[in-house]
């Protein structure tokens, strides 16, 4: 069974941080690019990093640029994103996905691309 567990959401005040995980299952990790998805209240799915296969190369929305980074240990099936000077426009559900290959950037920031998901952990903000 495939599975994607996003975890280590929470509250944290604004300037906070937290580390989210995302630990994945059920195929082959290592051949697939990871990517970060977030949903904010009445809002839609926003793409906010991906990280590749081969050459961990890494990708950031510019609302999030210089504050988040993406990470990826193949060896635990786990990619990360440590998100510092945290917002509150950054409240949201995060998820995690997963996509087959190689994809070009372009393939990667749209989300109906992605082959598996995870469900989501809610990161929340405080002014």
Sequence with gaps: EVQLQASGGGL??????L????AASGFTFRDYAIGWFRQ?????REAISCI???DDRTYYADSVKGRFTISRDNAKNTVYLQMNSLKPEDTA???????AGSPILST?????NYDYW??????TVSS
């Design 118 to 123: 995870g469900q989501g952990t809610l990161v």
């Design 52 to 54: 590749s296969i081969k």
């Design 108 to 112: 990667m920031w749209i989300g109906d």
């Design 19 to 22: 580390r989210l995980s995302c």
């Design 12 to 17: 944290v005040q604004a300037g906070g941080s």
């Design 93 to 99: 559900i995060y998820y995690c996905a997963a996509i």
């Design 40 to 44: 904010a209240p009445g809002k839609g």
